[in-house]
């Protein structure tokens, strides 16, 4: 089965840039989806097809994806994007077809 | 604005079948749209359960297949999940998500809030 794999934490202060990665096998050939989960709170996405935005979502959310990484980008980070942030592909290849990373805790400093 | 809830029992017995249903509203469950279940264990990451379509067509993770049911009903404009023979194991927040996406590019692009279901005697 498909893995992804995810760093248990990041930090990062208050007004800088925070870089989440999600590491998978040729990952790039793959679309790559971000959600938003704080604490006691449904995840949210907050971007899909890579880099792409819902609506609502900040232009400082962004993502990039490439060879075996994909990365979510948030930049001028606020306190209030302290949160888990998980990675998401649809994996065709297995039969699991829905694959999430094991999640990335964001804390601001 | 699509808005998903999810409700059923908060507590289930050890070995019986945990069932909860999906209420949908402002948007019709017959549109070209699959409905998932994810859940997430106290503490842990997400695990996707299964979706369904319109038509009654689902898929599920093969390591939860054998015991889960996903069903919908169009005319109450919601979907249900069973998941029999439970243990503390299947201790969960459990959620509902409709899919969007194309071309085997599938994302969840709204969730219900969730609902905590116990495993306990």
């Known amino acids: 089965s498909y893995v992804l794999t995810q760093p248990p934490s990041v930090s990062v202060a208050p007004g800088q840039t925070a870089r989440i990665t999600c590491g998978g096998n040729?990952?790039?050939?793959?679309?790559v989806h971000w959600y938003q989960q704080r604490p006691g709170q449904a995840p949210v996405l907050v971007v899909y097809?890579?880099?792409d935005r819902p609506s609502g979502i900040p232009e400082r959310f962004s993502g990039s994806n490439s060879g075996n990484t994909a990365t979510l980008t948030i930049s001028r980070v606020e306190a209030g994007d302290e949160a888990d942030y998980y990675c998401q592909v649809w994996d065709s290849s297995s039969a699991h077809y829905v694959v999430f990373g094991g999640g990335t805790k964001l804390t601001v400093l | 604005q699509v808005q998903l809830q999810e409700s059923g029992p908060g507590l289930v017995k050890p070995s019986e079948t945990l069932s909860l249903t999906c209420a949908v509203s402002g948007y019709s469950i017959n549109s070209h749209h699959y409905w998932g279940w994810i859940r997430q264990s106290p503490g842990k990451g997400l695990e996707w359960i299964g979706s369904?379509?319109?038509?009654?067509?689902?898929n599920y993770n093969p390591s939860l297949k054998s015991r889960v049911t996903i069903s919908v009903d169009t005319s109450k404009n919601q979907f249900s999940l069973k998941l029999s023979s439970v243990t503390a194991a299947d201790t969960a927040v459990y959620y509902c998500?409709?899919?969007?996406?194309?071309?085997?590019?599938?994302?969840?692009?709204?969730w219900g809030q969730g609902t905590l279901v116990t495993v306990s005697s």
């Open positions: 998500a409709r899919r969007s996406g194309y071309d085997l590019d599938y994302y969840f692009d709204y």
């Open positions: 040729s990952i790039g050939s793959k679309s």
């Open positions: 369904i379509y319109q038509s009654g067509y689902t």
């Open positions: 097809d890579d880099s």
